[in-house]
């Protein structure tokens, strides 16, 4: 259950890049780590990680 709600908003929340990365980490951590933790680490530092990856991705893109 908790897999079915966590999966789309990876996909929403993740670019192309990291969406096969996130998503054979969160299996495999979502079921040994709580729930709690696991959503508290995806949210503030996933998030945070994706954005600035982004970011340099598009700067590098736009320059070349």
Known sequence: MFISLCYPFGV???TG???DVVLVVDVDVVLVVDVDVVLVVDVD???VVDVV???VWFWLWMWL
């Open 45 to 47: 530092v996933v998030l």
């Open 12 to 14: 929403d929340a993740i």
């Open 53 to 55: 990856v982004v970011l």
């Open 17 to 19: 890049v990291d969406v």
